[in-house]
């Protein structure tokens, strides 16, 4: 019998890899073109296309849910622009950072200085209040002359800091130009959440959102054929079989729309395939890998949860029944045995609604004659899933 090491990487050194170039299939990759988008990329061209003609664009909010395409038109534009300004005596900085990639505002502020070139003797990256940090960010644009489109994205989570903090960044970054005697910087807000604005000062929804441009969902139709296409570089030829992009399309398309997880789900497809030493990537591998992405997204959002709801699904793994008074019971027994202070029944009501509409448990109303009607909750997740996602969380050693 072969050693299974070896006659794996003897498999690798044969060249009998069916996956050529994962990269393809990475959500940063940029494609040659762009399918499904022609609207989309229009709209943001003719809104920051007046930086070419050395005026100011407008400020621009670009909305749709993961996976549809919209950092990657935006990121393609920008170069593009990049590319015909290099040989220009027009100053233009374009600026890209992701909120979710700073742990705070300052951290946005920061990242904007050292991509206009400001380095760390100039910006300190802490020591400085914001008002100073932005200063020194207007005085650089100003003094250099500087013509600025700064890209946001996730900018919804930059407006859930806004809210929490009260050091509204937004407001002043929208009201920069006002400040500004030469030079000039543009905002290109990305968000995946339409009603992220409600949070926000009406101020600066007026001057932020100048165009708002949303991207819909992606159909099954419109993901099989961006498959086809990254399949052709990213796979050997005819190692793909038709069943199984239909399928992984179908997945995507018919529950949310994201092409990004469509990738992902055949390059999972494809490893699977790899393991199995098959020739081709099925149906079943799509299958198969579905079923370990779809776990692993539970496992991510169990994780993600803030530990009063940890202690409320784990109330319902250990209740004897399912009903939210013995629920609650066993709630406050949990928070007992770990020295955490218990939350009221009605919290933990909503609590339990809310984790339900998230999908990790079930409820429903039960009759009980005389005595009424109650909700009883049920999990839609194994008590393994459970255990294996908080088995890291140190406060609850004790009882998981």
């Not at 052709?232 to 995507?252: H, P």
């Not at 609590?351 to 005595?371: C, N």
Request: hydrophobic share 35%.
């Amino acid at each position: 019998m072969s050693d299974p090491i070896d006659r794996l990487l003897n498999a690798v050194e044969d060249g009998k890899s069916i996956i050529k170039n994962r990269e393809i299939l990475h959500f940063t990759y940029i494609p040659k073109t762009i399918q499904h988008r022609k609207t989309e990329q229009e709209q943001i061209t003719q809104a920051l296309s007046p930086i070419l003609k050395q005026s100011i664009p407008p400020n621009l909010l670009v909305y749709g849910e993961p996976g549809t395409g919209k950092t990657l038109i935006i990121k393609t534009i920008l170069n593009k622009i990049r590319t015909r300004v290099e040989k220009s005596n027009f100053p233009i900085k374009l600026v890209y950072s992701n909120s979710k990639d700073q742990s705070n505002t300052m951290g946005l502020l920061i990242s904007l200085g050292r991509q206009i070139d400001l380095d760390e003797e100039q910006l300190p990256g802490n020591g400085l209040s914001i008002s100073e940090v932005f200063n020194r960010l207007l005085k650089k644009i100003n003094n250099d002359k500087l013509n600025v489109i700064f890209v946001i994205d996730e900018i919804d989570y930059l407006a859930e800091l806004v809210q929490k903090t009260g050091k509204d960044i937004l407001y002043q970054l929208t009201r920069a130009n006002e400040r500004l005697e030469q030079g000039s910087l543009s905002l290109v807000g990305v968000s995946n959440n339409l009603n992220f604005k409600e949070n926000l000062d009406p101020r600066v929804i007026s001057s932020l959102g100048e165009e708002e441009i949303i991207f819909g969902p992606y159909n099954a139709e419109q993901i099989e054929e961006i498959l086809q296409e990254r399949i052709k570089d990213a796979f050997l030829e005819n190692s793909v079989e038709t069943g199984a992009i239909k399928l992984c399309a179908a997945k995507s398309g018919g529950e949310h729309g994201d092409a990004r997880r469509a990738l992902d789900l055949i390059l999972k497809a494809g490893e699977i395939a790899e393991r199995q030493q098959s020739e081709k990537v099925t149906d079943k591998h799509v299958a198969e890998a579905y079923i370990k992405m779809q776990d692993q997204i539970i496992k991510s959002s169990l994780k993600a949860l803030p530990l009063q709801k940890k202690l409320t699904m784990i109330a319902i793994m250990r209740s004897k029944g399912s009903s939210t008074n013995e629920i609650y019971s066993t709630y406050k027994n949990l928070c007992q045995s770990i020295g955490k202070e218990e939350l009221t029944n009605r919290r933990i009501k909503q609590m339990l609604s809310e984790i339900d509409i998230a999908g990790l448990i079930s409820g429903k109303l039960v009759t009980q004659g005389t005595h009424g009607s109650t909700k009883k909750y049920t999990l839609e997740i194994s008590t393994e899933i459970i255990k294996h996602a908080f088995k890291d969380d140190l406060s609850l050693q004790d009882i998981i």
